[in-house]
């Protein structure tokens, strides 16, 4: 009987194994086979139950020979059948049978609608299909599509003999169960685990079975939180070329921990994909009607993109012609009281177990303050995190440098969660995030059922909230960017922490028992108003934390401060004020200060001695500066904790004598200024600038400390070049802005620093510049330059020379403009001299992305009679330059270049001047060329019926001609 259960478990596992690895199926034979050895062993068992029964005679006397027999030949019966079995097992031609295997589970689905999505599904589509990606993450925010995106390519592979042999299907709990994980593969492979395997032996036996060599894709849905793919059985990307794995999840964090190898982000719908999904959900005849039109186009803009919600408003109003209702969901939508059918269950209730699922409270408090913002507001990320700081939300312990720092990481897991989304800026080097504006609804849902929150953020109030709306558990308050004139009312709101009412006017002031009741009051921010005092009964805040004046144009009068000893922050930068609040030397518990262009004319340096917990001193453009010498410079040695000090100087001496002190090496960031700057300024970190006709007339050069990573040179006449006491100290320089300094005639001297560090170089209004380096310059001059601007430099006829452009390898952007006699970007400089053979190489820029050039009238080459490879080159832009009429990079087109360029920029008449100099690649240049309006100016003619403009006047690029394809190849 052992010898059969041995055949019977080498059989199972060798079934079991050919119908995972090569989709075969047991003969008929074998599964009646495998059924009768459970029926023998059965009977065998019910054998050596009755064996075990000791039947005796005559009242148990004597044995029961009868049924001893009866017995043996029931035996001999068995092992008669038994050793027929094992003669029937040995399946000599063949335990299984090849059959058509199921490729997988064809999904319900919708209809994939919008180019956004489409694109995010051709592009996980080719990652598919790349043999060297093995693990793909797809992420974004709950109810984008993600689900449906993979569904639609899952139901393409089911249905297309594709690369694939099976494609599996499973969605994770959102709890993490890895034993209904692995269970669920199995299933979906036919895999049986029995019932005493444990977690390794079903890793085990999943891993064998989905190694090959038939081809498995794995897609697992709505992942939240990553495994171990060794503990699961998934086979590690490195030992298996015949599966691949797809998540989908909400989090770039639960990527990463899945270590997937390529990222796809599901974005959001653009507002012409959001109106036609719209229109689709709600029916065309409806929203044709003129009086639903344009409020059902403001509701399509409230979802903000977002297919789930889009869907299900679409639905809710699916054929309701009463304009009331639709006005009454628009309404609700941009109020965030939204009671619309379906909104609750299937759209914010998933958006708020993303919420439920952040990491932990502190995660969660931030994510819900970022609610006191307007809908749809840009949040500066550094603002954003001091206000969790000034709150105590990042907790009491630690510095105030270690706490941005955690903020940032925080900001980072709100992102990579989609619970923020980053913004760029334009014209902004600062950090900034949004939140979506259903995110925002679903906060401020949890956050108003308690009433701990009221917010009429950017809601154009003129009135402020009525009495009974300052409800006495409110906690944060949020009026900032309205139309208040005055705050009338005495609230009582003893729990009230943070109360923002930055950008009203103010202008008829603070109820004067306005902060009677607020006695936990931590942060208060009124910048940004016209206020012109504030109410005596500010000064009984004992608890605040944070006082924020900043911009306040029209102040005049703080009360005392000598009650507030827990204040930390007190920024009266940009505010009015001439004189400082009494109480000052009383604010022992300060640790940032900043005083920032503020008129006040009375900073005592004595104060300092008693801010010992100061960490941020800002003093920059103080209205009066402040006489750092001897005196101060030892008040602030007093501040131990300092770690940004910014200040600016009246006079080299003053700024020398603290550079001396090496004060300077204390702090981790600072500032500093010798002149006064203008408000508009700003500079980065570690930064000084020199700023003053008459900063280099004296004897005396500045004493520059290290650690300098940017260098501003603002109108200082009398130098003709950098000084070398700044070449002596540019170890670390990474920016440098030349600025109207107007007797500059070259930049760097050979033989000096070669300003290894460098990555960023603006040169503005130099009249006298007529070069950049003064002689032969050395090997690695400017390596590491990435950034070149040249603006209004008159005097300047060729921009970079052929030996200093061997150096520049790093190069990513150049931008000239407004140079009146430049006539080449490259060239020789020495004047007819011989050349040398390295000005006959090629000039390789192998890093350059962006050409810039603007009004630049004389500009006739970028590198005469010389063969340019920029093979990363992204963009060009040129206007304004009538005489340039050839680029250096299409004399011999690269197929790097050609797969890199995405836009050429430019006038009409300068299109059709690159295709008379460049005509093989006349369907490159249509293709990607946008005629811009700042440079109609020099079209001076039009052509008419041009068969260049037919063919190639397509704006999406698709149909260049077949020039670009017989010349290029494919793109």
Same mark, same amino acid.
Request: proline share 3%; with cysteine.
């Given at each position: 009987?052992?010898?059969?259960?041995?055949?019977?478990?080498?059989?199972?596992?060798?079934?079991?194994?050919?119908?995972?690895?090569?989709?075969?199926?047991p003969?008929?034979?074998?599964?009646?086979?495998?059924?009768?050895?459970?029926?023998?062993?059965?009977?065998?068992?019910?054998?050596?139950?009755?064996?075990?029964?000791?039947?005796?005679?005559?009242?148990?006397?004597?044995?029961?020979?009868?049924?001893?027999?009866?017995l043996?030949?029931?035996?001999?019966?068995?092992?008669?059948?038994?050793?027929?079995?094992?003669?029937?097992?040995?399946?000599?031609?063949?335990?299984?049978?090849?059959m058509?295997?199921?490729?997988?589970?064809?999904?319900?689905?919708?209809?994939?609608?919008?180019e956004?999505?489409?694109?995010?599904s051709?592009?996980?589509?080719?990652?598919?299909?790349?043999?060297?990606?093995?693990?793909?993450?797809?992420?974004?925010?709950?109810g984008?599509?993600?689900?449906?995106?993979?569904?639609?390519?899952?139901?393409?592979?089911?249905?297309?003999?594709?690369?694939?042999?099976?494609?599996?299907w499973?969605?994770?709990?959102?709890?993490?169960?890895?034993?209904?994980?692995?269970?669920?593969?199995?299933?979906?492979?036919?895999?049986?685990?029995?019932?005493?395997?444990?977690?390794?032996?079903?890793?085990?036996?999943?891993?064998?079975?989905?190694?090959?060599?038939?081809?498995?894709?794995?897609i697992i849905?709505?992942?939240?939180?990553?495994?171990s793919?060794?503990?699961?059985?998934?086979?590690?990307?490195?030992?298996?070329?015949?599966?691949?794995?797809?998540?989908?999840?909400?989090?770039?964090?639960?990527?990463?921990?899945?270590?997937?190898?390529?990222?796809?982000?599901?974005?959001?719908l653009?507002?012409?994909?959001?109106?036609?999904?719209?229109?689709?959900?709600?029916?065309?005849?409806?929203?044709?009607?003129l009086?639903?039109?344009?409020?059902?186009?403001?509701?399509?803009?409230?979802?903000?993109?977002?297919?789930?919600?889009?869907?299900?408003?679409?639905?809710?109003?699916?054929?309701?012609?009463?304009?009331?209702?639709?006005?009454?969901?628009?309404?609700e939508?941009?109020?965030?009281?939204?009671?619309?059918?379906?909104?609750?269950?299937?759209?914010?209730?998933?958006?708020?177990?993303?919420?439920?699922?952040?990491?932990?409270?502190?995660?969660?408090?931030?994510f819900?303050?970022?609610?006191?913002?307007?809908?749809?507001?840009?949040?500066?990320?550094?603002?954003?995190?001091?206000?969790?700081?000034?709150?105590?939300?990042?907790?009491?312990?630690?510095?105030?440098?270690?706490?941005?720092?955690?903020?940032?990481?925080?900001?980072?897991?709100?992102?990579?969660?989609c619970?923020?989304?980053?913004?760029?800026?334009?014209?902004?080097?600062?950090?900034?995030?949004?939140?979506?504006?259903?995110?925002?609804?679903?906060?401020?849902?949890?956050?108003g059922?308690?009433?701990?929150?009221?917010?009429?953020?950017?809601?154009?109030?003129?009135?402020?909230?009525?009495?009974?709306e300052?409800?006495?558990?409110?906690?944060?308050?949020?009026?900032?960017?309205?139309?208040?004139?005055?705050?009338?009312?005495?609230?009582?709101?003893p729990?009230?922490?943070?109360?923002?009412?930055?950008?009203?006017?103010?202008?008829?002031?603070i109820?004067?028992?306005?902060?009677?009741?607020?006695q936990? %009051?931590?942060v #208060? !921010? *009124? @910048? &940004?108003?016209?206020?012109?005092?504030? /109410?005596?009964?500010?000064?009984? =805040?004992?608890n +605040?934390?944070?006082l924020?004046?900043?911009?306040?144009?029209?102040?005049?009068?703080?009360?005392?401060l000598?009650?507030l000893?827990? %204040?930390?922050? #007190? !920024? *009266? @930068? &940009?505010?009015?004020i001439?004189?400082? /609040?009494?109480?000052?030397?009383? =604010?022992?518990? +300060?640790?940032?200060?900043?005083?920032?262009?503020?008129?006040?004319?009375?900073?005592?340096?004595?104060?300092?001695?008693?801010?010992?917990?100061?960490e941020?001193? *800002?003093?920059?453009?103080?209205?009066?500066?402040?006489?750092?010498?001897?005196v101060?410079?030892?008040? +602030?040695?007093?501040?131990?904790?300092l770690?940004?000090?910014?200040?600016?100087?009246?006079?080299?001496?003053?700024f020398?004598?603290?550079?001396?002190?090496?004060?300077?090496?204390?702090?981790?960031?600072?500032?500093?200024?010798?002149?006064?700057?203008?408000?508009?300024?700003?500079f980065g970190?570690?930064?000084?600038?020199?700023?003053?006709?008459?900063?280099?007339?004296?004897?005396?050069?500045?004493?520059?400390?290290?650690?300098?990573?940017?260098?501003?040179l603002?109108?200082?006449?009398g130098?003709?070049?950098?000084?070398?006491?700044?070449?002596?100290?540019?170890?670390?320089?990474?920016?440098?802005k030349?600025?109207?300094?107007?007797?500059?005639?070259?930049?760097?001297?050979?033989?000096?620093?070669t300003?290894?560090?460098?990555?960023?170089?603006?040169?503005?209004?130099?009249?006298?510049?007529?070069?950049?380096?003064?002689?032969?310059?050395?090997?690695g001059?400017?390596?590491n330059?990435?950034?070149?601007?040249?603006?209004?430099?008159?005097?300047?006829?060729?921009?970079?020379?052929?030996?200093?452009?061997?150096?520049?390898?790093?190069?990513?952007?150049?931008?000239?403009?407004?140079?009146?006699?430049?006539?080449?970007?490259?060239?020789?400089?020495?004047?007819?001299?011989?050349?040398?053979?390295?000005?006959?190489?090629?000039?390789?820029?192998?890093?350059?992305q962006?050409?810039?050039?603007?009004?630049?009238?004389?500009?006739?080459?970028?590198?005469?009679?010389?063969?340019?490879?920029?093979?990363?080159?992204?963009i060009?832009?040129?206007?304004?330059?009538?005489?340039?009429t050839?680029?250096?990079?299409?004399?011999?087109?690269?197929?790097?270049?050609?797969?890199?360029?995405?836009?050429?920029?430019?006038?009409?008449?300068?299109?059709?001047?690159?295709?008379?100099?460049?005509?093989?690649?006349?369907?490159?240049?249509?293709?990607?060329?946008?005629?811009?309006?700042?440079?109609?100016?020099?079209?001076?003619?039009?052509?008419?019926?041009?068969?260049a403009?037919?063919?190639?006047?397509?704006?999406?690029g698709?149909?260049?001609?077949?020039?670009?394809?017989?010349?290029?190849?494919?793109?």
């Amino acid at each position: 009987m052992r010898i059969l259960n041995a055949r019977e478990t080498d059989i199972r596992q060798m079934v079991t194994i050919e119908r995972v690895r090569n989709g075969m199926e047991p003969k008929a034979e074998v599964k009646l086979w495998l059924e009768n050895v459970d029926q023998i062993k059965d009977s065998v068992n019910k054998v050596k139950e009755d064996s075990a029964d000791d039947r005796r005679c005559l009242i148990g006397c004597f044995p029961n020979y009868y049924f001893r027999m009866k017995l043996g030949n029931m035996v001999e019966e068995q092992i008669h059948k038994v050793n027929e079995l094992l003669e029937q097992g040995k399946f000599s031609e063949g335990a299984v049978v090849g059959m058509l295997p199921e490729r997988g589970k064809t999904l319900p689905t919708t209809m994939l609608m919008g180019e956004t999505a489409k694109r995010s599904s051709r592009r996980i589509w080719h990652y598919l299909m790349d043999e060297s990606i093995r693990t793909i993450g797809i992420f974004g925010m709950g109810g984008v599509g993600k689900t449906t995106i993979m569904i639609e390519i899952n139901n393409r592979l089911v249905r297309e003999d594709v690369y694939f042999d099976t494609v599996i299907w499973v969605t994770a709990s959102r709890e993490p169960n890895l034993p209904k994980l692995q269970n669920d593969i199995a299933k979906s492979i036919g895999l049986c685990f029995d019932s005493d395997d444990d977690g390794m032996t079903r890793a085990s036996k999943l891993w064998n079975a989905l190694r090959g060599p038939k081809k498995f894709l794995l897609i697992i849905d709505d992942l939240w939180e990553a495994f171990s793919h060794q503990e699961v059985g998934i086979p590690c990307q490195e030992f298996s070329n015949s599966f691949k794995l797809v998540i989908t999840t909400r989090s770039l964090s639960v990527c990463r921990g899945m270590e997937t190898m390529r990222e796809v982000e599901v974005e959001l719908l653009s507002s012409e994909e959001a109106w036609d999904l719209f229109k689709h959900k709600v029916g065309e005849e409806v929203v044709s009607s003129l009086s639903i039109e344009a409020v059902a186009k403001e509701i399509a803009k409230e979802c903000g993109g977002l297919p789930l919600a889009i869907a299900t408003v679409g639905r809710a109003l699916r054929k309701e012609y009463n304009v009331r209702q639709w006005r009454i969901a628009l309404r609700e939508l941009q109020n965030s009281t939204i009671r619309i059918d379906g909104m609750e269950n299937q759209v914010l209730s998933r958006l708020r177990f993303s919420y439920e699922r952040l990491k932990d409270d502190t995660t969660r408090s931030c994510f819900l303050f970022c609610a006191v913002y307007p809908k749809d507001h840009h949040v500066n990320v550094e603002e954003l995190i001091r206000y969790w700081i000034y709150e105590g939300l990042l907790g009491n312990l630690g510095d105030m440098e270690t706490k941005m720092q955690q903020g940032y990481i925080l900001v980072d897991e709100l992102k990579n969660a989609c619970m923020l989304e980053s913004i760029c800026q334009h014209g902004s080097i600062d950090e900034h995030v949004k939140m979506h504006d259903l995110i925002r609804d679903m906060a401020i849902a949890l956050t108003g059922a308690n009433q701990i929150y009221m917010v009429r953020a950017r809601h154009s109030i003129c009135k402020p909230p009525l009495h009974e709306e300052w409800h006495p558990d409110l906690e944060r308050v949020s009026l900032m960017r309205n139309d208040l004139s005055s705050l009338d009312c005495e609230p009582r709101c003893p729990k009230l922490s943070t109360l923002l009412l930055q950008y009203n006017s103010l202008s008829k002031g603070i109820n004067p028992s306005f902060f009677n009741h607020m006695q936990n %009051l931590q942060v #208060l !921010d *009124l @910048s &940004y108003t016209g206020i012109l005092r504030l /109410p005596d009964s500010f000064s009984n =805040l004992e608890n +605040l934390r944070a006082l924020l004046l900043c911009s306040c144009w029209n102040l005049h009068y703080v009360p005392t401060l000598s009650k507030l000893k827990e %204040l930390r922050v #007190l !920024d *009266l @930068s &940009y505010s009015s004020i001439e004189h400082m /609040p009494h109480g000052m030397e009383m =604010l022992a518990n +300060l640790r940032r200060l900043d005083l920032s262009h503020c008129r006040a004319n009375d900073f005592q340096s004595s104060f300092l001695s008693n801010y010992r917990m100061l960490e941020n001193l *800002l003093l920059i453009g103080l209205w009066q500066s402040l006489e750092l010498g001897k005196v101060f410079v030892d008040q +602030l040695t007093s501040c131990i904790n300092l770690s940004l000090f910014e200040a600016n100087f009246r006079t080299v001496e003053d700024f020398n004598y603290y550079t001396m002190s090496g004060h300077w090496s204390q702090v981790e960031s600072f500032k500093f200024c010798i002149g006064y700057p203008e408000s508009s300024m700003h500079f980065g970190r570690n930064s000084v600038a020199l700023i003053g006709a008459h900063m280099f007339h004296r004897e005396i050069p500045a004493l520059l400390p290290g650690r300098i990573h940017e260098l501003v040179l603002l109108a200082c006449s009398g130098i003709n070049h950098l000084p070398t006491s700044i070449s002596f100290a540019s170890s670390q320089l990474q920016i440098c802005k030349l600025q109207h300094c107007d007797d500059m005639e070259w930049i760097i001297t050979s033989g000096w620093s070669t300003f290894p560090t460098l990555e960023s170089l603006e040169i503005e209004g130099l009249g006298k510049l007529h070069t950049f380096c003064m002689g032969i310059p050395q090997e690695g001059t400017l390596a590491n330059l990435k950034v070149l601007h040249v603006t209004q430099c008159n005097d300047l006829k060729t921009v970079l020379s052929f030996e200093l452009v061997q150096n520049l390898k790093s190069l990513e952007e150049i931008v000239i403009e407004n140079c009146e006699r430049i006539e080449e970007i490259i060239g020789d400089e020495r004047g007819g001299e011989d050349v040398t053979q390295v000005d006959n190489a090629e000039i390789i820029l192998p890093r350059l992305q962006k050409l810039k050039l603007s009004s630049l009238p004389r500009l006739t080459s970028i590198c005469w009679n010389r063969v340019m490879i920029c093979d990363s080159l992204s963009i060009i832009e040129v206007h304004k330059c009538p005489e340039l009429t050839a680029l250096p990079f299409f004399v011999e087109i690269r197929q790097p270049l050609i797969q890199s360029l995405k836009q050429i920029k430019g006038s009409r008449r300068w299109r059709e001047d690159l295709t008379k100099s460049h005509p093989d690649c006349i369907g490159l240049l249509y293709s990607i060329f946008k005629v811009t309006q700042s440079s109609a100016a020099y079209d001076i003619f039009e052509p008419q019926n041009s068969a260049a403009n037919e063919i190639f006047e397509e704006d999406d690029g698709r149909n260049i001609g077949e020039s670009a394809s017989s010349s290029f190849g494919p793109r």
